[in-house]
DNA sequence: TTAACACTTTGAGTTAGCTCTAAGTCAAGT
DNA sequence: ACTTGACTTAGAGCTAACTCAAAGTGTTAA
């Protein structure tokens, strides 16, 4: 049967307002319709809409997830291209858990301070 | 002789311009000036611009930075609020890192299709 | 058959976080 | 004295990603 656009918002944490834009920005173009002429998602619709969820959960934006999508339907031409972009992707992805780890350093070092007890006034060093 | 906002910019990989906008927003109420009226950063300030950055970049709302840097102003009343702050926000530092973990995941399954020369038509899967 | 409800579209509005422009000030170098 | 260049302000403009409103259609339940 599928799932409505309603199922989908649940299952992937969105709302349904946003999957439409999503489909309006070109990120949704194989998605079916029933008679009725409302959104019809396939098991196989679900893959894709995680798939766009992981890559713009990791920062990559509407555009460029359009840009695959469009790559996806030209044809195995744009194989290796696609390929690419996952590899730099990636590369992206693992920046932004070393930018966490060590954003999170500093965090655990001001939590340390506030555990201490210890009062750090704002003007603490003006030399 | 302190830092000039260009330099500070250049240190933190900012532009002047986001730091005088950080500094309308409230978040760099403590900067001194000059006799020329232009901004002068202490050491003791790039320790807070640096806190100010890695809060920014972890996602922290520049409205909430800018509640945390009241709540320093107001003194030792605040030590406690300001020290749960960090806990809380420690731990949506660590969902983070577990959210790109999960998505690495499936970045790296889809790498390995496109790594066997594996093609993946777009209509998959419809059931 | 009527009400409720989930869906549809177009297009406007909102928010966060910058980003830039215009017009001007100030200090240093020639 | 004049030019250069970095700074200042107020305020407008911009982009991404939603978010919503209005008006309408189709299906289901009483």
Sequence with gaps: ???SISQVAEKFDLTAHTIRYYDKEGLLPFI???KAGNREFSDGDLEWVKLIC???NTGMPIKQIKLYI???LQGDDTLEIRRQMFIDHRKEVLKQMDDLKENLKTIDYKLELYDSGCSIPLNGNKS
Excluded: A, F, I, Q
Aim: net charge neutral.
């Design 32 to 34: 079916d319709r029933n």
């Design 70 to 72: 469009e790559w996806c």
């Design 54 to 56: 992981c890559l713009k």
């Design 1 to 3: 049967m599928g799932y």
